[in-house]
C-alpha cells in the first residue's frame, strides 16, 4: 500500500502562483513514478504531469505545458508541483497518484485538494 496526501492548494489570483506537494508513505517511495491529475465541475478527469521514479524524466499535459513544473524529493518521499501563470481554467481538485514501474496503471490515489484561480 502507498498512502498519498496532497496540500497547499487554495485560492489565487490569475498569473499568481501555488505549489502543490504529495506526502507519500508506505512501499518504497522510489519504486512509483508520481503523476498529477486534475478534475474541475462537471469535466472528466485531466493528466497534468508525471515524473518517473528517480526524476530524471517528465511530462506535461498541453494545457500547463510551460507553466508547471513537477518535482520529487525521494528523501522525503514528496512530489511538487510548482504552478507558475495561473488561469481561472486551472481551477480543479488536484490529485496526485501512484503508478509501480512496472504497471501501466495508476494504482494509488490521494483525496485531493481544490485549486481556485479568480480572474
Known amino acids: 500500500q502507498v498512502q498519498l496526501v496532497e496540500s497547499g492548494g487554495g485560492l489565487v489570483q490569475a498569473g499568481g502562483s501555488l505549489r502543490l506537494s504529495c506526502a507519500a508513505s508506505?512501499?518504497?517511495?522510489?519504486?512509483?513514478?508520481m503523476g498529477w491529475f486534475r478534475q474541475a465541475p462537471g469535466k472528466e478527469r485531466e493528466f497534468v504531469a508525471v515524473i518517473n521514479w528517480s526524476g530524471t524524466s517528465s511530462y506535461y499535459g498541453d494545457s500547463v505545458k510551460g507553466r508547471f513544473t513537477i518535482s520529487r524529493d525521494i528523501a522525503k518521499t514528496t512530489v511538487y508541483l510548482q504552478m507558475n501563470s495561473l488561469k481561472p481554467e486551472d481551477t480543479a481538485v488536484y490529485y496526485c497518484a501512484a503508478r509501480h514501474m512496472g504497471s501501466n496503471d495508476y494504482a494509488y490515489w490521494g483525496q485531493g485538494t481544490q485549486v481556485t484561480v479568480s480572474s
Open positions: 508506505g512501499r518504497t517511495f522510489s519504486s512509483y513514478s
